[in-house]
């Protein structure tokens, strides 16, 4: 079971543009998902997307990706889909010299 890592794949956006973010599943089968900034792993019990209300872990068996739009922002997951689950970014630190100032 070896994780895939994939290039930073970023759609073309302004900053001002924030694209529509949705979560289709099918028959447990099939997880659609729009508004997707980055595909940042995924294996066959795992993905992990990066979308505009944050970071989406996915669970399963069998995942594979098998359709990203760069431009949409679309991601196509198909296996058995068993969870879904948000983390919110975590805020930024402030920089090595205010951690070592402390």
Do not use: N
């Not at 980055?38 to 399963?60: I, M, P």
């Amino acid at each position: 079971m070896q994780e895939k890592k994939t290039p930073a794949a970023r759609p073309a956006e302004s900053p001002a543009t924030k694209l529509p973010h949705h979560l289709i599943v099918e028959d447990r089968g099939v997880l659609t998902a729009t508004g997707v900034t980055r595909v940042v792993s995924c294996d066959e019990t795992g993905a992990t997307l990066e979308t505009q209300q944050g970071t989406l872990l996915v669970g399963g068996e069998g995942l594979s990706v098998s359709e990203l739009s760069i431009q949409t922002g679309e991601v196509k997951i198909f296996g058995r889909i068993e969870s879904m689950q948000y983390t919110e970014p975590a805020p930024a630190a402030g920089g090595l010299w205010r951690r070592l100032l402390r």
